[in-house]
């Protein structure tokens, strides 16, 4: 089946710093990334979609500029929290996009990555 | 706006039990609903969705969920509870360009 993989699984930084977190398709090509955030025993919250090749979109109430999404290749994503703070502690989860064989992604095949435990001290 | 509650934070069965999770949507268009389970420390992983074909899904390790229109409801069940199923189950409606709504999750719990 599809796999999608995140790195690292888990990560703790100083306030301030910068920390990026990578999500791959391992063995097929997405053109749609999605990256959620997901606070304990909450749900995920949609922060963003990432198409190859173009600008994220992000969902309102997210900061473009915090949280830098770059989606270079088919089959690599990655999320960047610029000047961490400890409430961007969360759970990150990205997903990607299954592309159908018309062209067309299958709506609704997204297949998640294991999730990128920050936590910010 | 898509939309989806989940009415039970918590349900607890026995094993060899039947488990029932409860998931209403509101959509202003034919929905697309899915569930999905969450193993702690594991990424999301698909169970079963329903794209306006067969109202009754049938999903693996032995789920299914019923589209019901006139109630507005997309409940999960499974005959018999197995302690691997012990987890998060998420109700998720489709929300238009691929995005996915996710309901506030349902843990479930099994006792032996």
């Known amino acids: 089946g599809a796999v999608v993989s995140q790195h690292p699984s888990w990560v703790i930084c100083k306030s301030g710093t910068s920390v990026k977190i990578e999500c791959r398709s391992l063995?097929?090509?997405?053109?749609?990334m999605f990256w959620y955030r997901q606070f304990p025993k909450q749900s995920l919250m949609l922060m963003a979609t990432?198409?190859?090749?173009?600008?994220?979109?992000?969902e309102q109430g997210v900061e473009k500029d915090k949280f830098l999404i770059n989606h270079a290749s088919l089959t690599l994503s990655t999320l960047t929290v610029t000047s961490a703070h400890p409430e961007d502690s969360s759970f990150y989860i990205c997903?990607?996009?299954?592309?159908?064989?018309?062209?067309?992604?299958?709506?609704?095949?997204?297949?998640f990555g294991p999730g990128t435990r920050l936590t910010v001290t | 706006a898509q939309s989806v509650t989940q009415l039970d934070s918590h349900v607890s069965v026995s094993e060899g039990t039947p488990v029932l999770l409860r998931c209403n949507y509101s959509?202003?268009?034919?929905?697309?609903l899915f569930w999905y389970v969450q193993h702690p420390n594991k990424g999301l992983q698909l169970l079963l969705k329903?794209?306006?074909?067969?109202?009754l899904v049938k999903g693996i390790n032995g789920f299914e969920a019923e589209f019901k229109k006139s109630e507005t409801s997309f409940h999960l069940t499974k005959p018999s509870a197995h302690m691997s199923d012990a987890a998060e189950y998420f109700c998720?409606?489709?929300?238009?360009?691929?995005?996915?709504?996710f309901g506030q999750g349902t843990r479930l719990t099994i006792n032996p």
């Open positions: 329903y794209t306006s074909a067969a109202t």
């Open positions: 997903s990607a996009a299954v592309t159908g064989t018309s062209g067309t992604s299958v709506y609704g095949e997204q297949y």
């Open positions: 959509s202003s268009y034919s929905p697309s």
């Open positions: 998720v409606v489709g929300g238009g360009a691929q995005k996915l709504v």
């Open positions: 063995d097929f090509q997405a053109t749609t």
């Open positions: 990432s198409n190859e090749g173009s600008k994220a979109t992000y």
